[in-house]
């Protein structure tokens, strides 16, 4: 049971919120929090001293100043001036990890908003209401305002929510489960589209299917090490301990834990070989330099989801700070760190490919022992350096550029959005990039009978063939190929 603003919150528990395997619940405490902040907001809503967003107007209309009985009109105006967005909509899993951060932060009790405005976003994230939201518009700050309006139109009855893969006007949606469209007052729209969720969801998602991916790299590259009857000297303790980056050490361990007692490794070991390709014998340093971008956008994301990022903070009845706490910057900037991360796994893994079908050590010529007539694997690393191209061109840094907004008033953002939007579709292409050195490394393994691999490896090695079975003639790999993507997606393999 996880009570919002209470507990800590991790990337891990708001997934598990979201698939419905954790329960969340608004408990007492927390709403007695919420209640005395809201009752500084009334105080200071209705005073005749000038507070941003409160009994103002927002960005460069902040020196206007707004009556009480205009502030719930103001409040509505904002949300659906500020739901500009454009472009396909983002995956439903994504609206919904980004209410539950939002009424996480909320229930921090520093936003002045209403306990039944955040009962009633705890009812669409328990009941599967998940707004639909378009996936550009945002340069991540004043936060996340255009996907955040959209995704809190439908508390006005605007907006529109997915009924499974169809889109469907919130009204109705609000009309057949007996709920009528709140109104907002002072302060409520301000707290509800100023912060930094989408990004953040965008950066929980992405971690999630980074670690799996990071494990996954690590057993591909040790099947074709195998394969290319590699060795595994360069994965020893006592070479990693006098470089001990944390990423490299659990990259080092986890390669020995692959190859532990496998007798294709063993054989060769006294060769007349001195040393494998970097693709090979660099993995610790090179996976290892992926896993700690992970670990570092990992910390910061517990950060952000456990902070409040909306604008004004309150903080008493006489005091609401106008600060900055929305400026998705933070994030960003360690988003294109793991963005360059993920591709530069892509990377290395296309070399290995191209190693298993050079025709050395034993394996023949693009892993065919009938070459000219058929072309066995030749054109599967054509998509494998494709991917890798579109993964460098979308390693440039949204977080290097800012384009002034708001009249100026905004005059430096951190396109954060972006960074996080780019971060998984890199993630994307390397789950087809790793696919495909996965189907490379067991045609290669076909070659080193009879000797047996590691029990992890040839559990993996089963996983594959009851999905792809190996190439004897040339067939149609388009096949082949989604059939490995659909296991990377699934996440069938066996990777701890």
């Not at 950060?303 to 900055?324: F, H, Q, R, W």
């Not at 994030?331 to 050079?358: F, P, Q, T």
């Not at 951190?414 to 045609?443: D, P, V, W």
Request: net charge positive.
């Amino acid at each position: 049971m996880f009570k919002y603003g209470i507990d800590t919150l991790t990337g891990k528990i708001a997934i598990a919120i979201a698939n419905g395997s954790t329960k969340a619940i608004l408990s007492k405490s927390a709403q007695e929090k919420v209640n005395s902040c809201r009752k500084m907001v009334d105080t200071i809503a209705n005073s005749k001293k000038a507070v941003y967003g409160i009994n103002t107007g927002f960005g460069p209309l902040c020196d206007v100043q707004i009556t009480p009985d205009e502030t719930s009109k103001l409040q509505e105006n904002l949300i659906k001036t500020h739901a500009v967005g454009v472009g396909k909509p983002i995956d439903k899993q994504l609206s919904k990890i980004m209410m539950i951060c939002k009424v996480h932060a909320l229930c921090q009790g520093f936003s002045g908003i209403r306990v039944e405005v955040i009962e009633r976003i705890i009812y669409f994230i328990e009941h599967d209401l998940l707004p639909v939201v378009p996936e550009q518009g945002s340069v991540g700050a004043s936060g996340d305002l255009a996907p955040l309006s959209h995704l809190f139109l439908p508390l006005l009855g605007e907006g529109q929510f997915w009924v499974k893969n169809n889109t469907i006007s919130a009204s109705s949606i609000l009309q057949k489960h007996k709920l009528k469209p709140l109104k907002l007052l002072a302060k409520e729209g301000l707290a509800l589209i100023n912060g930094t969720q989408f990004i953040l969801a965008h950066s929980i998602l992405g971690l999630d299917k980074m670690k799996f991916l990071l494990n996954l790299a690590d057993l591909s590259g040790a099947m074709s090490i195998e394969g290319y009857k590699g060795s595994e000297s360069p994965f020893k303790a006592s070479l990693h301990t006098i470089r001990p980056f944390k990423g490299n050490l659990k990259v080092a361990k986890r390669m020995r834990k692959l190859f532990k007692e496998s007798t294709n490794i063993t054989s060769h070991k006294n060769c007349e070989r001195v040393q494998d390709p970097y693709s090979m014998r660099c993995i610790p340093q090179v996976h290892g330099a992926s896993r700690n971008a992970y670990y570092h956008l990992k910390k910061l994301t517990k950060i952000e989801i456990n902070a409040v990022t909306d604008n004004p903070i309150i903080l008493s009845k006489d005091e609401a700070i106008s600060g900055g706490n929305f400026h998705g910057q933070p994030l960003a900037m360690a988003l294109d760190y793991a963005s360059i991360a993920a591709s530069e796994l892509g990377n290395i893994v296309d070399r290995r490919c191209y190693l298993l079908i050079e025709g050395k050590y034993g394996l023949p010529r693009l892993l065919t022992d009938s070459g000219g007539l058929n072309s066995g694997f030749m054109i599967p690393q054509y998509t494998t350096a494709a991917l890798v191209a579109e993964n460098k061109s979308l390693c440039f840094p949204p977080s290097a550029d800012s384009i002034p907004t708001s009249l100026g008033q905004e005059d430096h953002v951190s396109m954060g959005s972006i960074s996080g939007r780019k971060f998984n579709q890199i993630l994307n292409n390397l789950e087809k990039i790793l696919a495909i050195e996965l189907m490379y490394a067991a045609q290669a393994l076909e070659f080193r009978r009879p000797s047996e691999f590691s029990k992890i490896v040839e559990e993996n090695l089963k996983i594959i063939r009851k999905k792809v079975p190996k190439l004897e003639e040339d067939r149609v790999l388009m096949h082949d190929i989604n059939a490995m993507i659909s296991l990377v997606r699934t996440r069938a393999f066996i990777v701890k």
